[in-house]
């Protein structure tokens, strides 16, 4: 006692565990980063797959462009002149460039043709290519 005066009780201590009723802000940011990184790598590897796909698109379109190319040669009904040619062909909502090479072969009565596509007018990303040999009777 001081002076009459009886000191406060101390308070009960407690023996049982803190229980947190939430997180950290530290915890929240550090989770926030870890939701970014993964976030950011599926968009990247979606990306991927997006391109991909359009990749064989075009290479398959391109080969049906190739494809009606050298039917049209093989159905044209006269012996295809040596020297060069291009043309344009729609497939698919899309214009495609097609270049071609006639030559002759050291067989008279077969020539050889050399078709490629592109994706762009100025013929500059190629697409694909085939190689045709065509024959006449004598």
């Known amino acids: 006692e001081y002076g009459g005066v009886s000191p406060l009780p101390a308070r009960p201590r ?19 980063a870890v ?3 993964a976030m950011t790598a599926l968009m990247r590897a979606g ?6 796909a359009q990749r064989v698109e075009a290479r398959v379109v ?7 190319e050298a039917a049209r040669l093989r159905t ?11 043309g344009e062909a729609d497939m698919l ?5 097609w270049r071609s090479e006639t030559q002759p072969t050291p067989a ?7 078709i490629e596509v592109f994706s762009d007018p100025e013929r500059t990303t190629r697409e694909g290519d085939l ?3 065509l024959g006449r009777h004598p």
């Not at 909502?93 to 460039?97: I, K, M």
């Open 35 to 37: 939701i970014a990184l």
């Open 131 to 133: 190689d045709l040999y």
């Open 47 to 52: 990306n991927q797959q997006v391109l991909v």
């Open 108 to 114: 008279p009565n077969v020539r050889h043709t050399h």
């Open 14 to 32: 407690c023996d049982r565990p803190r229980i947190d009723r939430g997180f950290t802000l530290l915890e929240v940011v550090v989770a926030l």
């Open 62 to 68: 391109a080969n049906w462009v190739l494809l009606n």
């Open 93 to 97: 909502e899309r214009t495609w460039y």
């Open 76 to 86: 044209a009904g006269t012996w295809p002149a040596t020297g060069r040619d291009q």
